[in-house]
């Protein structure tokens, strides 16, 4: 009911920037929550980050506080994941993730949709 689609991921160096988008279709945008998470080799999904339908309400895992910032752009159906200040470690495919309940959750069990992720290496 609801497709996800990311783009924006790439190659960058330590201290680099990138913004990743999430666009969406199939329900109306403003209605659902949005999220951010990641998965490096080997390792278990991650959350990152979250926001509510009204943009209101955020989350952030705390490696990421101060430096990623998540946003919606409701009249564009998109969300954004802005990331400055790139570490080795962030280096994982982005997915980004939808839910329809009321509250905004930050366990990846609880997000009804998802897209097929972007591809984020940091170099160091």
């Known amino acids: 009911q609801v497709q996800l689609v990311e783009s924006g991921g790439g190659l960058m160096q330590a201290g680099g920037s990138l913004r990743l988008s999430c666009a969406a279709s199939g329900r109306t945008f403003s209605i659902i929550n949005m999220g951010w998470f990641r998965q490096a080799p080997g390792k278990e999904r991650e959350f990152v980050a979250a926001?509510?339908?009204?943009?209101?309400?955020?989350y952030y895992a705390d490696s990421v506080k101060g430096r990623f910032t998540i946003s919606r752009d409701n009249a564009r159906n998109t969300c954004y994941l802005q990331m400055n200040s790139l570490k080795p470690e962030d280096t994982a495919v982005y997915y980004c993730?939808?839910?329809?309940?009321?509250?905004?959750?930050?366990?990846?069990?609880?997000?009804?949709?998802w897209g097929q992720g972007t591809q984020v290496t940091v170099s160091s």
């Open positions: 926001i509510s339908r009204s943009g209101i309400t955020t």
């Open positions: 993730a939808a839910d329809l309940s009321v509250r905004l959750p930050r366990a990846g069990d609880e997000y009804d949709y």
